[in-house]
């Protein structure tokens, strides 16, 4: 539900609904991913820890591909908060 309240730009029922999901999965990959991404406009400093809770995730799995946008969007983030060195 999540996915579709994004995609309509109903940010805060998507914000709602992936929380829902969570409450559920606290291991979901996808979830954490879909989340994040929503997060980056609105609440940057809860997207940056839910980006980081996924890539926790993805390590802790025995074979893991970490995909470079998940980094890319990372680096969004800090840049945007003022926080690269």
């Given at each position: 539900m999540g996915y579709i309240?994004?995609?309509?730009?109903?940010?805060?029922?998507?914000?709602?609904?992936?929380?829902?999901?969570?409450?559920y999965d606290k291991e979901d990959i996808s979830t954490w991913l879909e989340y994040s991404n929503?997060?980056?406009?609105?609440?940057?400093?809860?997207?940056?820890r839910s980006y980081q809770k996924a890539l926790l995730l993805i390590k802790q799995q025995?074979?893991?591909?970490?995909?470079?946008?998940?980094?890319?969007n990372i680096g969004v983030l800090y840049q945007n908060a003022g926080k690269l060195d």
């Open positions: 309240y994004a995609k309509l730009k109903q940010k805060k029922k998507a914000f709602i609904a992936y929380e829902k999901a969570l409450k929503s997060l980056e406009d609105q609440h940057p400093e809860k997207a940056l025995k074979s893991y591909i970490i995909y470079p946008e998940i980094y890319i």
